[in-house]
Nanobody, 123 residues
Framework: QVQLVESGGGLVQPGGSLRLSCAAS????????IGWFRQAPGKEREGVSC????????DTAESVKGRVTISRDNAKNTVYLQMNNLKPEDTAVYYC????????????????WGQGAQVTVSS
């Protein structure tokens, strides 16, 4: 069964950090580009960051540029999203997604999606 599972979400104070993980099961991530997306209540899903199949190319939304880093460990079949200096406006459900492609995109046209992890930034 193909599955993506996010973990690492939670409640953090403004200025804090979190590292989200996206673990794949039922398939290997080597042939997939991975994206992280988020959706806040009442808002559309938006791309946060993505990483190409080889990890040579990444893309990051302007709203989080300089505060997030995406990385992948194909040996562990896992992709990470390190988020620093978090702000209340970063509060959302964060999803990872996979597409069988060399290159990634911040447009949510991906094949497989995780169930999401809640990130809440509040004092």
């Amino acid at each position: 069964q193909v599955q993506l599972v996010e973990s690492g979400g939670g409640l953090v104070q403004p200025g804090g950090s979190l590292r989200l993980s996206c673990a794949a099961s039922g398939f290997t991530l080597d042939n997939y580009a991975i994206g992280w997306f988020r959706q806040a209540p009442g808002k559309e899903r938006e791309g946060v960051s993505c990483i190409s199949r080889s990890a040579a190319i990444t893309d990051t939304a302007e709203s989080v540029k300089g505060r997030v880093t995406i990385s992948r460990d194909n040996a562990k079949n896992t992709v990470y999203l390190q988020m620093n200096n978090l702000k209340p406006e970063d509060t959302a459900v964060y999803y990872c997604a996979a597409v069988k492609s060399v290159y990634c995109s911040l447009i949510p046209l991906y094949e497989f999606w995780g169930q999401g992890a809640q990130v809440t930034v509040s004092s």
